[in-house]
């Protein structure tokens, strides 16, 4: 399932005095497949753009094709519903959409909302509980028992057992401590190593750097760059212009080559780094 | 929810901004009993023009105005047919088989409407150049007398702006939850009864969820804040009369009392 | 320098036997900045809400600015100390952020005639003067939380409590807080309390209690403490990258110190750079 953008733009409040253009224009398209990172700063478009990819926003100009689903202004998409069962979007503190007596119940509505029968669903809760972390057991107990973090992967869970093609993900490591970082981010690697198109909207560069291939960078609602993660960052000053922090690693390169240093701009991860510097001070 | 602009506060710094809210309270009130007297065409008339140059004066513009009575015409069509229909005073004017139509019943319905429209222009003029926060602060003020008799003004009115504050938040919040699950497959628009009914709880519930976290949340920034209802607490915001709003008051006044006056004559 | 906050044998429970709070002590002085650090859940915002009295201790004393903290003087108490939480929608509670700054100088009774003064003054020194106006709707997160530092400092307390006031913001707004604790700190009038599981943002800390299971495992100050790469990971919190680095280029035989801090550490390497 790739998605692809042409002349995209949404008018929030259009014809009011509260008229505000969120996306302007936006072509591009996004590989089936692949773990695709959403960055720009607060306000640049990127929540209205992904809500796109769900039709929860309809385009106000432009079109979105996903599949074979094409979304325009024009006509009044009659398959939303499908369309919402092949792109899951986690919303941002997607716990709060939680409101079922048991974390069972929370995680087939989506399924059983899409025709499953409640059997099948319950088969598939089985299922996803154990893909966030979580056993059987904690399937009978009340969402509202858990800790925050917990409560994220039950939401998390009921997204995934739509078994969704595409999984869009909206800061989904927001508020939660450096080990439930760890792990969220593991458990999104997982999913996409299923073959699933990942989309993550993040401000943590550290997370494109090691765990994305591409980077949409997104400015005043336009997409201004696209491509491969280590080509997007290779242009620090841009990157910095439009007030994102680079990843720590490629900040920390850049400033050593400005030293003399000749290391690789790619390099993504620490044990890489730790070699690269190695071999230059060894001679 | 995003047509939901009108009767909004416009910022603006119009002689009709710049009145003070107690007066516009007052005003309006004054006025909504001179509309429910019988002043005859003459008398809405002069009403209308007096509300007409409420709106210029105020210079927002009058189509802005008008919109708020858009949602409210499917209830007056109602309203209207029924009395129509239902009303026989006066001469016949048509029949249509059974059903006959009085002209006491077309003066009748006709008042009701103009009624409406003026009420609705009027107040939605009064909430679109007064921030709500003044409109608290104004309630709060001219209840003030109750005081003597143990009625909780102050809490009264810190309950209003709270409320007010937190409105745009709440309805942001229940976008948010219903977009949640919309995606997860919930129809708020078609689907069975039964569907209906658990997309709705799908919403209702982590909304109300989410108003007792933030209920709580400010509860605690407030006491924090050294916050205590029953303590003596400064005032930071004051409303002061000018001679301006003694003059737009007496206008108001003049302007119903002759209109109700002349109906009587 | 004295000691402005002494908690001794300090115990809370949420439930009967849910030991949230566990027999803490420890003292912190007068112009100190602190980070109490911990995972989510180990009890760290529990105890903010204990210093200000939110919530009533089981046992133990409480002693702020050598006044112990009970329900008598509890709005004295409340007047020394100020607390910014993590929600920045939740905590706006005027109209505008000029009323916002407003509303904590009404609870102190400021007399009217000096609260405008006041409410400039601070939204300067968050540099949020030219808002003074604006809607909560209109600001970011950042510059809510900035409104209420302002409302806090307006009141002029001795100490400030920061319950994980940035973990909802954009790296904008985290910096634009950080910058002003910073600022707060080369004060050294006000005793700053950082409540956080961001490894990165305590190490700016004088001090750091690390706290797990509602008690106190550690406290030491930041070079010392975050040192220590076995007891963090056990925590479920994280070391400093600077560190990681250090230690991973240690172990492959470069001659480098160990160290928490990225400038550290590049200086180092470039001077291994230049001696090949």
Redo the contacts between chains.
């Keep these: 399932m790739s998605i692809t953008c042409k002349n995209l733009s949404h008018i929030y409040g259009e014809k009011t005095p509260f008229e505000y253009y969120a996306l302007k224009n936006v072509n591009l398209d996004i590989q089936e497949g692949s773990f695709t990172a959403i960055i720009g700063q607060t306000g640049s478009g990127k929540s209205t753009f992904i809500q796109h990819i769900n039709a929860l926003l309809l385009p106000t100009d432009g079109q979105i094709t996903i599949d074979k689903y094409t979304i325009s202004s024009k006509e009044k998409p009659e398959k939303l519903k499908q369309l919402r069962k092949k792109s899951g979007l986690v919303f941002q503190f997607p716990e709060y959409q939680l409101f079922e007596e048991t974390i069972e119940k929370d995680i087939i509505f989506g399924p059983m909302n899409f025709g499953t029968s409640e059997e099948e669903a319950k088969e598939i809760a089985k299922k996803v509980i154990k893909m966030v972390g979580l056993d059987e057991t904690y399937l009978q107990k009340s969402p509202f028992d858990l800790s925050g973090g917990q409560k994220r992967r039950i939401a998390i869970a009921g997204i995934l057992a739509m078994d969704p093609d595409i999984l869009v993900l909206d800061e989904p490591t927001a508020g939660l401590d450096p080990q439930g970082i760890r792990e969220m981010m593991d458990l999104f690697k997982s999913i996409h190593q299923l073959g699933k198109t990942v989309i993550l909207v993040t401000h943590d560069m550290n997370h494109v750097l090691e765990y994305c291939n591409e980077v949409i960078v997104m400015n005043e609602g336009c997409v201004e760059r696209k491509g491969k993660v280590k080509d997007v960052f290779k242009d620090s000053d841009y990157l910095l212009n439009l007030g994102i922090d680079l990843p720590l690693i490629t900040n920390m390169i850049i400033d050593l080559n400005k030293k003399g240093f000749q290391l690789d701009t790619s390099i993504n991860n620490i044990d890489d780094l730790v070699e690269a510097l190695g071999g230059e001070l060894h001679g | 929810m995003d047509n939901m602009t009108f009767g909004k506060y416009i910022p603006g710094n119009s002689l009709i901004h710049r009145l003070d809210p107690r007066l516009k309270i007052c005003t309006v009130l004054i006025f909504l009993i001179a509309v429910f007297f019988d002043v005859g065409f003459i008398g809405y008339g002069i009403l209308a023009i007096y509300v007409l140059v409420c709106i210029l004066l105020s210079k927002i513009k009058v189509s802005h105005i008008l919109k708020a009575v858009k949602p409210m015409v499917f209830m007056m069509l109602f309203l209207m047919i029924f009395n129509i229909f239902l009303l026989k005073t006066g001469d016949v004017l048509v029949k249509i088989g059974s059903i006959s139509i009085y002209s006491g019943a077309l003066l009748q319905t006709a008042y009701i409407f103009i009624r409406l429209v003026l009420i609705i222009t009027l107040t939605t003029l009064m909430t679109s150049t007064t921030k709500p926060l003044e409109l608290t602060l104004a309630i709060e003020n001219l209840l003030n007398p109750l005081k003597r008799f143990h009625f909780p003004v102050h809490e009264l009115a810190m309950m209003i702006s709270i409320a007010l504050r937190f409105i745009p938040d709440l309805l942001d919040e229940a976008k948010r939850i219903m977009k949640a699950q919309a995606s997860r497959g919930a129809d708020f628009n078609e689907g069975s009864f039964m569907e209906k009914i658990r997309s709705i709880i799908s919403l209702i519930i982590p909304l109300f969820i989410s108003a007792f976290q933030r209920a709580e949340d400010l509860a605690n920034a407030m006491e924090s804040r050294n916050y205590n209802p029953e303590a003596k607490r400064t005032k930071y915001k004051i409303l002061s009369w000018q001679t301006t709003d003694t003059l737009a008051m007496s206008v108001s006044i003049i302007v119903c009392v002759s209109v109700v006056i002349m109906s009587f004559m | 320098m004295e000691n402005i906050i002494k908690v001794e044998n300090l115990c809370f429970e949420y439930e009967p036997g849910l030991k949230t709070i566990h027999n803490i002590s420890f003292q912190i002085k007068k112009g100190e900045y602190v980070a109490i650090l911990g995972?989510?859940?180990s009890g760290k915002s529990t105890i903010a809400?204990l210093l200000?009295g939110?919530l009533e201790k089981k046992s133990g004393n409480i002693i702020i600015d050598h006044k112990e903290l009970n329900l008598e003087n509890l709005?004295k108490i409340?007047?020394k100390?100020?607390?910014v939480?993590?929600?920045p929608?939740?905590?706006?509670?005027?109209?505008?952020v000029r009323?916002d700054i407003?509303?904590?100088?009404?609870?102190?009774?400021?007399?009217?005639e000096k609260?405008d003064e006041l409410i400039e003054r601070y939204a300067k020194r968050v540099r949020m003067d030219q808002f003074l106006d604006h809607e909560?709707?209109k600001l970011?997160?950042g510059q809510k939380q900035r409104v209420a530092i302002a409302?806090?400092l307006a009141?002029s307390p001795s100490i400030i409590i920061l319950d994980e006031s940035t973990?909802?913001l954009?790296?904008?707004?985290r910096k634009e807080i950080n910058e002003l604790i910073r600022e707060l700190k080369e004060d050294k009038e006000m005793t700053i309390i950082s409540i956080t599981?961001d490894?990165e943002e305590a190490k700016n800390a004088d001090r750091i209690l690390l706290l797990n299971k509602g008690e106190i495992v550690g406290d030491d100050q930041p070079e010392t403490l975050l040192m220590n790469e076995k007891l963090l990971l056990d925590l479920?919190?994280?070391t400093p990258?600077a560190l990681?680095?250090s230690r991973?280029?240690k172990a492959?035989g470069?001659q480098i110190n160990e160290t928490l801090n990225?400038e550290e550490?590049?200086k180092q390497?470039?001077q291994?750079?230049?001696k090949?």
Excluded at chain 3, 89 to 96: C, E, L, M, P, V
Aim: hydrophobic letters at 40%; aromatic letters at 8%.
């Design positions: 995972h989510n859940g809400k200000i939110l709005y409340r007047e100390i100020g607390i939480f993590q929600n929608d939740n905590q706006f509670i005027g109209a505008t009323d407003a509303f904590g100088l009404e609870n102190i009774c400021i007399p009217r609260m909560p709707t970011s997160g409302g806090i009141m973990s909802m954009d790296p904008r707004g599981h490894i479920h919190l994280d990258f990681k680095v991973k280029l492959q470069i990225v550490l590049e390497l470039c291994l750079h230049a090949i």
